[in-house]
């Protein structure tokens, strides 16, 4: 993995142990299958949300889509937390949820939106605003600016690469698994990831 991505994933969530990951998931799901579903939904953002947006920018590479794509993933979770089986993470599972709504985004732009809104109480209970870093400005300006130079490079990789690209250095999904999620095999996603290590290095280094 490339270390250009030390600086390019701030707002990780903060450490668990396994034992109270597995808590907090098992509390969400119930709470969501015992009706309580802004309660449920409103600890899943609160966990998860900077991540899952994070994520819809760089698949998408645009910054100002990402905010509807989050609304739609979470849709996505809200509908589908009944059938969450438990045979993955729980942001696992989620991260699938918000590729798939991020590779369909751009085809579903200009269209009606199927699926019905959050309700008002539920949007208002997920929607979260997401933290910023409170880093000294003097002393983070180089981090930032080499997360810039990154996030950059992201946008200029074609999005087959950038998907695959993302998938596996920044969410650490294995080469199988983005290969069944983009309905391909394991040996065009493992050229892909070639190819997008070093076109995003390339560009980076030429900044």
């Known amino acids: 993995m490339l270390d250009l991505y030390s600086h390019a994933t701030p707002n990780r969530r903060?450490?668990?142990?396994?034992s109270e990951e597995k808590l907090m998931e098992t509390e969400i799901v119930r709470l969501h299958r015992e009706?309580?579903?802004a309660e449920s939904l409103r600890?899943?953002?609160e966990e998860y949300q900077a991540r899952l947006l994070a994520l819809a920018r760089r698949l998408l590479g645009n910054h100002e889509d990402a905010p509807d794509a989050l609304q739609e993933i979470l849709i996505q979770v809200d509908q589908s937390l009944p059938k969450f089986t438990g045979e993955s993470s729980l942001y696992t599972w989620a991260c699938r949820l918000a590729t798939n709504v991020c590779l369909n985004y751009q085809r579903k732009l200009g269209r009606t939106n199927s699926n019905?809104?959050?309700?008002?109480?539920?949007?208002d209970a997920i929607l979260l605003p997401v933290a910023r870093s409170d880093d000294n400005p003097d002393t983070s300006c180089r981090s930032r600016f080499r997360q810039h130079l990154v996030e950059?490079?992201?946008l200029k990789l074609p999005e087959t690469q950038r998907?695959?690209?993302?998938?596996?250095?920044l969410e650490d999904m294995a080469a199988a698994e983005i290969?069944?999620?983009?309905q391909t095999n394991v040996n065009v996603v493992k050229s892909r990831l070639h190819r997008a290590?070093?076109?995003?290095?390339?560009?980076?280094?030429?900044?």
């Open 43 to 45: 600890r899943f953002a």
């Open 152 to 154: 950059q490079a992201l």
């Open 35 to 37: 009706g309580e579903r």
């Open 14 to 18: 903060k450490a668990s142990t396994k």
């Open 179 to 182: 290969a069944e999620l983009l």
């Open 116 to 123: 019905a809104p959050l309700d008002e109480a539920v949007r």
């Open 197 to 207: 290590r070093a076109n995003l290095k390339r560009t980076v280094e030429k900044e």
């Open 163 to 169: 998907a695959v690209l993302v998938l596996s250095d």
